[in-house]
């Protein structure tokens, strides 16, 4: 794992810099925790301090409630992320266990599960996410929204482990494996999940673009604990306040960059991560750099890597498994 | 593999997971809103009564009406299976809202607006994307190519919702080129103010979601590119010194189209499910926006009759894409 992590440092760009954004953002997440005041409360900044622009003394400037941008934005962002963990934990949870279920048993489990997949597909995902907000108006906390969108984004994730699986199961070195005699629960769990956790880290990553993305949707329209600060109730309250049309667009800056610094982040780290896994662009570097053999040859077989490498070469690669259809919504 | 087989083997269980998949849909849509605590018979009643007593028992003979009419009544089964024979019959019930307005006479005024602007938006930026992602993926060591894909590295991420109120801050109030909300001014008609005004209100919706779109669509175009120059026939090409404009177009988009053309059936399929974000954020009088509308009143049949008809539609997109591939992909017919 921490030559994973090492290697991905020394050899994408896109990775060092995705990391280094959400560094920052780990960081303003721990400064959430030394604000001087509730950052929801109002009339906590001094009357002739209120509705100013970024200065030296509120980095981020002030609404004309009182509040501080700066604290908001930094509790804003822990929580958007508190949604979006949870969310990803639920989808990505039911994915990877229907995914491998499916995968691996094969038959009638197979084609029960995949048949249910395959329905959940098609029912419009955000109108069903705001039917259900609504009717749970009210009632929405952070955990009960996180669970909500997590319940919502497992259909595509198995599909994916589902296919991740079915692969494995064809290479030459499961065929190795079970004929020299590997029982089931090891050659999953030491000749596959090698694979799997990478492929799992980068959707994971994958899922926060999404999760974040609806959030912050979700919120716009009003659908979220409107009392607790989240990007999305930001720019909610700062569009409901017209901050722009009051001449106070900072309000409405802030919590906007901040969304787009952090899944442009997000979205940085899965393109490293995803170039990693890609055998191609490791051949790449492999006839660059000589090491990066000694590197990956201890984080995997160097047979298998070998193997795979022949392996993806063989099949016509297709990054269009990410089903168009996901787009709509990410 | 003859005909016949194909037909039995790989057609008909296809048209039967439809099938499936539409009742599964229709089901569940049916289910969700009647878990909802707001019962809009209540509603209705209590707003009737607000202002003057009505005799008890005329109420009790009111509900009972209601729920006959808006097919509420009996058990959920009976109501399960009421929903089905009137849809079948093309009856999507009478709006709970805008009473006794027809559900079909509501989703029929918002489908042009959706129609227009979806097809436009997406076939333009599926061109667009195509086109772009697989000249940059053939020239990926170009500075253009590379300057070019980390512009789109940063758009493709960002929630649609944010490129829609940073085009419309911008455009719409900072630099007011664009009207901000609405889909067109003035009567109905075919004059030149009327239509030129459907374009100038639908520029700025167009416009985002042809950003969005664009960007995805470059990443898959690019990728796929990426991987088609590496192989033998390009090569080849590139060694008979065949143009390069050529080599794009004819060779590496050529036989890349399959997942694109897959893509685009699966958007379009996806258009009735309305850009529900876009309408709302626009003021656009779209279907989207027509759902969002009646989400939030809990006008079932409303509500139910959109999401039919996206599950239709998204299903339907997806059939006709399946049964095409054996027409595009040789390796389909042969498995």
Request: glycine share 8%; hydrophobic share 50%; proline share 6%.
């Amino acid at each position: 794992m921490l030559t994973t992590i090492r290697d991905l440092f020394r050899f994408s760009l896109s990775f060092r810099f995705g990391s280094l954004i959400l560094l920052f953002v780990a960081a303003l997440v721990i400064t959430s925790f030394f604000a001087p005041y509730p950052p929801e409360k109002r009339r906590v900044v001094p009357r002739k301090f209120r509705g100013d622009p970024p200065s030296a003394q509120y980095l981020l400037g002030t609404t004309a409630l009182g509040q501080d941008v700066f604290w908001m934005l930094a509790a804003g962002v822990k929580n958007t992320l508190i949604i979006a963990s949870i969310a990803v934990f639920i989808g990505r949870g039911i994915g990877v266990i229907l995914g491998m279920i499916s995968g691996y048993l094969g038959g009638t489990a197979d084609r029960v599960i995949q048949s249910i997949v395959e329905s959940v597909i098609v029912i419009p995902r955000l109108p069903l996410l705001i039917l259900i907000a609504v009717i749970l108006k009210g009632g929405l906390t952070f955990v009960s929204l996180g669970i909500l969108i997590g319940i919502l984004d497992w259909a595509f994730p198995s599909k994916r482990y589902r296919a991740q699986v079915l692969s494995l199961r064809e290479r030459d070195f499961t065929h190795t494996a079970v004929f020299s005699g590997m029982n089931t629960v090891k050659i999953v769990v030491q000749e596959h999940l090698p694979f799997i956790i990478p492929f799992m880290l980068a959707d994971v990553v994958s899922g926060f673009l999404f999760s974040i993305g609806i959030e912050v949707t979700l919120s716009y329209l009003g659908l979220n604990d409107l009392n607790s600060l989240s990007l999305g109730t930001m720019i909610y309250w700062a569009n409901e306040w017209s901050s722009i049309f009051a001449g106070k667009p900072w309000v409405m800056i802030a919590p906007v960059t901040a969304s787009i610094i952090m899944v442009v982040g997000f979205y940085l780290v899965s393109i490293g991560i995803s170039e990693y896994l890609d055998p191609r662009k490791r051949l790449a570097r492999i006839t660059n750099v000589a090491t990066m053999i000694a590197a990956t040859s201890s984080s995997y077989g160097s047979a298998e890597v070998a193997g795979r490498m022949t392996d993806e070469f063989a099949s016509p690669a297709a990054p269009s498994s990410d089903d168009p259809r996901k787009s709509k919504d990410e | 593999m003859g005909g016949m087989q194909l037909l039995r083997t790989y057609i008909l269980p296809r048209i039967a997971q439809w099938a499936v998949v539409i009742f599964v849909g229709v089901t569940l849509t049916f289910l969700i809103p009647r878990f909802s605590p707001i019962n809009p018979i209540d509603d209705m009643i209590s707003r009737m009564t607000a202002f003057q007593t009505i005799d008890p028992e005329a109420v009790v003979r009111m509900r009972a009406n209601m729920e006959d009419l808006y097919g509420l009544g009996g058990t959920l089964l009976e109501q399960y299976l009421a929903f089905w024979k009137r849809l079948l019959q093309g009856d999507l019930g009478p709006s709970f809202q805008n009473f006794p307005t027809p559900v079909a006479e509501i989703i029929g005024a918002g489908i042009p607006w959706t129609v227009g602007l979806l097809t436009t938006a997406t076939i333009l930026s599926w061109l667009l994307g195509i086109f772009v992602g697989s000249l940059v993926g053939y020239n990926q060591h170009r500075r253009w190519a590379q300057a070019l894909e980390r512009v789109v590295i940063v758009i493709y991420p960002m929630p649609y919702l944010i490129i829609a109120l940073v085009l419309l801050v911008v455009f719409a109030f900072y630099w007011p080129l664009f009207p901000m909300v609405g889909g067109a001014q003035g009567t109905p008609a075919l004059t030149w103010d009327y239509i030129s005004s459907i374009f100038r209100f639908g520029f700025l919706p167009a416009l985002s979601i042809v950003i969005g779109g664009f960007a995805f669509r470059f990443i898959i175009a690019k990728a796929l590119a990426t991987t088609e120059i590496s192989s033998d026939y390009v090569q080849y090409a590139e060694l008979a010194a065949v143009p390069k404009r050529r080599i794009v177009t004819s060779y590496v988009i050529r036989n890349t189209m399959l997942p694109h053309v897959n893509d685009l059936a699966l958007s379009l399929g996806a258009m009735f499910e309305g850009a529900l974000i876009t309408e709302v954020m626009f003021g656009y009088p779209g279907v989207g926006s027509k759902l969002f509308t009646a989400i939030s009143v809990s006008d079932y049949n409303v509500i139910m009759g959109i999401t039919l008809l996206s599950i239709v539609g998204i299903a339907t997109g997806s059939l006709i894409v399946d049964l095409l591939y054996p027409v595009f992909d040789p390796r389909v017919r042969l498995r």
